[in-house]
C-alpha cells in the first residue's frame, strides 16, 4: 500500500491552514469509534471525523500529533499511534494524567464527540528513512506515537530495509500493543526485542533490565541505520549517547520531544525552547539539533 | 512617502477627523505623570506628548482576556468576535511602539495566521507622534528609534507646526479627507526636522550593546549572573504584562452560565511557574533562574535567531515597572561581565 503524505512543514513560512480549519484554534468535531483499555491507566481512542470530507481527506506525517477539546473541560496534545497509510480514522493514546484525561476516562464513551485540531509538527523524516533500515527505541509511553511510524514502515514494507523495535517499560502489563508486536515479529516483518525493569511475578519471556541493554543485543550496519527514541527525559539521556556510542551519528538519531503544547502552531510560547517552538518545528528533531538547544534534554 | 505640515493649533480638528476613521485611541494623563491607551470621546483630553503608557498597544490588538470560542449545549464550537474592535485609531504611537507591532505580525500573522489578532491589524491606522528619549529608553541601542514603515501618517512636533509624514494610502485618504489642515512642507520645515533628528539622536543616555549578543548568551548559558538574577526577580511577570512584544498566552474554559461554554483566552508570562509545567507536573523551568533567563534570551537570542532582530525595542517599560529595580541593560552589561 502506498500514500501520498502532505509536504514537510518549514518553519516561520508563508501563511498556512490547518486540515481541520482556517481558524488554528477552532477544533473539528470527531466521534469516537472505540475505546479499547491498553493497561490500567492507557487508553486507544479510534476518531473518526464528522466532516466525511474531512474524515477521508486528514492525512498526516507519523509522529505528528493534535489537540483534543472537549470544550468546557480543557485541551491536551496527543500523539497518533496510527499510520496515514489507514485512511479514514485515526488513533490517540491516553494516559489518565490530569483534569482532561481524567474527563476521558470518567465520562466520554464511544459515540461521543470530541474537537480535534491539527495535524500539527513536523513529524519523522520518513523520506530520509526510504530504502535504510530503521531502528525504533521506545520507552513507556514513548511507544505510543513509534506505533504510528512502525505501522507505517510496515504497511509499505517493502519501501524500506530491516525494521528493528527495541521497547522498554517497567512491567509486563505496561506493554502496549504486546499481541500485535509479537504477531509482527512472528511474521519476521520486524525484529521486535522487549524488556522490562521488572516481571512483578507475571510470566514474562523477554528481558529484564533497562532498555539501553537491548542494544547491545542487535548488530546494524550504522552507515545505512537511522534510529528513532521516543520516551521519558531519563530514558533520553542514556539511550542517546548509548547510540552514539554503537556508532551512530547525531544527525542519524531522531527523538521526539513532549513540551506543554497549548495553541500548537507557534503563538501562545509555552512549549518554546531555545529559538524553537516544540509544536511548530518539532516535536522531532535530530540529536544534533537537540542537543544544540539548551533545556532540550537535559533539565 | 509624503511630507506635508500642519499647524499645530490645528491638532484638535485632526483628533476629530480621525474619529471619523474608527474608535480613537490615545494616551490620556490618568494620574500626574502616568499615561495609559484608552479610547476617546472628549479630544482635549489626549496627550500626545506621554512618553511611555504603562502598557503597549497590544493591549487593544489582543485584550487581556477575550473569547475565542463559545459552545451551546449539543452545538459545535463556534469562533467568537469577543477581541473584534471594528476600525481602530492609534494616535500617538512612538517609533518603538510601531517596531513592536512590526514584531507581533512576525509571530501572529506568519505560518498559521491568528484571525483574532488578524482583524484587528487589518483594521488598525496607525498615527505617530515624535519623541524625545528619557534616562529609560535605548530604542537607538536596538535599530528602532526611527521608523520608515508600518505606519499611516507620522506627526513630527517642530516649533508652532508639526511635520507629517504619509506613509500608506490609508494616511493619504486622511489627508484628503482634511485637506484643509495641510499644506506642503516647506524647506525650512524640512532643515527644522533634520536638526530635530540629530538633537534627538544626541539626547540618549541609555545604550545596551547588542554587538553579537546572541553569540555572547550561547557561551553564558551557565554563567552565575542567571542564578544572582533569579534571587533578586520574583517572577511576578510585570515586565511581561507591558513589554509591547510580549505575547504569550494561556487558554482556560469558563462556563459562564449552565448550557453555555467558553474558551478564554487570557496574557501569559513565561516567568510564571506554571509556564512550561506539563500534565503529569513535571516543569522544565521549575527555578526563578531558569524562567529569568529564558526571557532574556527569548529577547535577545531565540528571537534574533529566528527572525533576525531581537523582540526587544527598548522602550524602557520593563525598567521602569520591575518592583525589584532589575534593568535589561545592566544585565546584559553584568553577562559581559562589564559590570
Known sequence: MSVTLPEPLSPRGAPRKLATGANPYLPAPARIMRVQDLTSDIRLYDLRFVDSVLADSFAFRPGQFVELSVVGVGEGPFSLPSSPTRRGMFQLGVRRVGTLTNYLFDHVIEGDTVGIRGPLGNGFPVELFEGQDVLLVA????????????????????????VMLLYGTRSPEQVLFREELESLSRRGDAEILLSVDQ???????GRVGVVTELLDLVTFDVARTHAIACGPPVFYKFMLEKLVARGFGRHR??????????????KCGHCAVGYTFTCLHGPVFSYWDAINLPELIYT | MQTLRMNESLLPSLLEVLKGFGTLIAPVERSPGVFSLEAIADVSRVRPDALRTILPFKKLLLKPGFVMLEQRAGGAPVESRDNDWGPLVYFGAHSCDI??????????LSDYVDPYYKRNRDNLTVVGYGCMPDDKCFCKSVGTATVDENFDLFLTPLQGRFMVTVASARGDDIVRTAAHLFEPATRRDVQDFLDRVRERDDAFTLTLDVADLPYVLELKTDDPVWEELGKKCLCCGSCSMVCPTCACFNVRDEIPEEGTVRRVRTWDACLYREYAQVAGGHNFRDTRADRVRNRYYHKQEAFVREFGMPSCVGCGRCIENCPTGINVVEVFQTVRGEL
Open chain 1, 139 to 162: 520507552g513507556g509511553l514513548g511507544m505510543v506515537p513509534l506505533r504510528g511510524l512502525l505501522q507505517y514502515l510496515i504497511d509499505q514494507r517493502d519501501r524500506f530495509g530491516r
Open chain 1, 199 to 205: 516481571t512483578q511475578g507475571r510470566p514474562w519471556a
Open chain 1, 253 to 266: 538519531i531522531f527523538l521526539s520531544l513532549e513540551r506543554r503544547m497549548e495553541c500548537g502552531v507557534g
Open chain 2, 99 to 108: 517596531h513592536a507591532l512590526k514584531i507581533l505580525d512576525l509571530l501572529y
